[in-house]
């Protein structure tokens, strides 16, 4: 059965830095396509960043670009998003994502 359990959410004024985690269980999350995505009040799911099976390599969307960086670790079962240099428009839940597997979510809010 696959699991996927986001934390690390919090309150964080704008500048500041979280790191989310994403232990997963019921697959070898190195074998797949892993993402990091996001939905803010009133508006749909948005793609954040995404993770190859092969290789590793992360991808990011252009609003995040240059601020978050996506990585693994295989042998903890956990997947991070670091986000540095937070802004306003960053507030929304953040799931991870295998396939039309989803997490519950963690609440990240950037304000003053």
């Known amino acids: 059965q696959v699991q996927l359990v986001e934390s690390g959410g919090d309150f964080v004024q704008p500048g500041g830095s979280l790191r989310l985690s994403c232990v997963v269980s019921?697959?070898?999350?190195?074998?797949?396509?892993m993402d990091w995505v996001r939905q803010s009040p009133g508006k749909g799911l948005e793609w954040v960043s995404s993770?190859?099976?092969?290789?590793?390599?992360?991808t990011y969307a252009d609003s995040v670009k240059g601020r978050f960086t996506m990585s693994r670790d295989s042998a903890r079962n956990t997947m991070y998003l670091q986000m540095n240099n937070l802004k306003p428009e960053d507030t929304a839940v953040y799931y991870c994502q295998k396939g039309e597997s989803r997490g519950q979510g963690t609440q990240v809010t950037v304000a003053s």
């Open positions: 993770i190859n099976g092969i290789g590793g390599i992360p």
């Open positions: 019921g697959f070898t999350m190195n074998r797949y396509l």
